[in-house]
């Protein structure tokens, strides 16, 4: 009997649960084989949409929320979207349930913001609505707990004021194939498009927040890391990439002898891209190498075309390191901290295990946050990608340190046309600048209140002459 291991108080907790799996097999067992499809199909474009990513914490619940999203106005926690009728979305209609995905706002009539990127949401098809609202009412388990709750400052935590920023920016259309492109095309279009949502980090935004279209792929930062310019332009884009290393890249953050996946990127990755088939992933490749290239004045070359081997050793023999570790030189730091994995020449192993420095797009852009940022907080990816992996030396390097070391490894291995300050360096250790919404808001809300005041009382002044 399955009771004779049990004490006798577990056996009624035991039972029960033993009759809610029968219970949930049962309800799943019950239902249709179109049903089935159809929350599968649902689950391949959650996927896509990398759901999982940013309504997720690290050893939490799928989908249970309460990830915090650092923003230039502070941070914005994901919501519970598991099938929870007290904490999450168990209560949407479908309705209601697109309604928040595609236009931003929430059963309760509450705005979004678009750190949840509905603005690309827009364009999902009725069809894929529908699976993706099966999914998450029926092949997602439901979490009986609230996520943290959003505080931003005033006036941002003003959800109403959404609404007009909604009438400024959010287009509210369907995903409309183009005639005079190809099937994969339309595919890839789609999938980057809407799903992907590529263009919330790669196209830069203006000074609301809103995407910049006339540079669409163009390249953004991200408050720390940089999202690099991905258009078809051959010197500051992707457009030398062929299509097999772009998939390549999609599919597992490195294509060789150009770049690894980092960051958010490498999120995504993990989280989504390496999930999707291999024809989606050669879709986005095709799409992407047809996309309006951007071009850059001050790239001379492809970011992964700069570098030599370095030959420094020679220079340190003899010499002993100062006693202060801000005194080191760019190749003192290198050689103590970077050169075991890398080695001496910074060409890295033979079998590109650990990345060369050489022809290595992180050093090649204008833009060397991501250089920074790798040095600063290393390279994670999932765990089903166990053997790369990059430690954050943030805790050992000042920002001094940090600071001549990125700019050797741009001198010798990257562009030497950039240079990295001390003070960006304290910036992206921080976080990142703060918005200057943030400061114009403030100040725009004081003089706003101060005109009220003086209304008020012209007002009442007024009527008391009258009297």
Known sequence: MIFKKIKPGQQVATLLALWLGFGSFAAQASLSADQQQLIKKGEYIATAGDCVACHS????????????LATPLGTIYSSNITPSRSHGIGNYSFEQFARAVRGGVRADGAYLYPAMPYTS??????EDMQALYAYFMQGVAPVDSAAAKTALPFPFNVRLSMAGWDLLFLDNQRFVADADKSQQINRGAYLAEALEHCSTCHTP?????AEQGSQ???GSSLGTWYAPNITSDAVAGIGSWSDSEIVDYLKSGHAAGKAQAAGPMAEAIDHSLNHLSDSDLQAIAAWLKQTAPQSSPGQAQSADRWGQPAAYLAQLRGVARPAQADSMTGWQVYDGYCASCHQPSGQGSPDGGLPSLLHNTALGHENADNLIMAILNGVQRGPEVKDVAMPAFGHLLSDHQVTVLSNQLLQQFGNPQVQVSEQRVKELRAGGKTSPLL???QYATAIGAAVVIVLIAFFFSRRKRQQ
Request: a positive charge.
């Open 216 to 218: 669409a792929l163009a």
């Open 57 to 68: 914490v690290a050893g939490g619940q799928p989908f249970a929320g309460g990830l915090g």
């Open 121 to 126: 949401y827009a364009k999902i098809s009725d």
């Open 439 to 441: 400061t114009i808001a």
């Open 205 to 209: 935004r203006n000074a609301l927040m």
